[in-house]
């Protein structure tokens, strides 16, 4: 068993940064693959960042235009997501996600087995 849980979340003006974080819990974030989702009030939940078990590669959304990046540091148990020049349309909870075995190149929510509470980002402009 494994619990994701984020935080950095907040209120951040258009055009700032926020970095989130994402801990696993029960055991340790090595040798998964971890990805981060978001979901808008009337929204479907989509694909926003993905990093294999090795950090050695990762893939974004092209909606991203660049913005953000994601990384992990294995011993901390961690896997972060670097947001800057962020947009109102950014404005979503967030989720971390994780699954034991497949590609990072699978971004469907199906692929994911494992799943975080969500942290709130919240875009003033």
């Known amino acids: 068993q494994v619990q994701l849980v984020e935080s950095g979340g907040g209120l951040v003006q258009a055009g700032g940064s926020l970095r989130l974080s994402c801990e696993a819990r029960g055991r340790p974030v090595t040798g998964l693959t971890v990805g981060w989702f978001r979901q808008a009030p009337g929204k479907e939940r989509e694909f926003v960042a993905g990093i294999n078990w090795s950090g050695d590669s990762t893939v974004y959304s092209d909606s991203l235009e660049g913005r953000f990046t994601i990384s992990r540091d294995n011993p901390k148990d961690t896997v972060y997501l670097e947001m800057n020049r962020v947009k109102p349309e950014d404005m979503a909870v967030y989720y971390c996600?994780?699954?034991?075995?497949?590609?990072?190149?699978?971004?469907?929510?199906?692929?994911?087995?494992?799943w975080g509470q969500g942290t709130q980002v919240t875009v003033s402009s």
């Open positions: 996600a994780a699954k034991d075995y497949g590609s990072v190149r699978y971004t469907s929510r199906s692929s994911y087995h494992y």
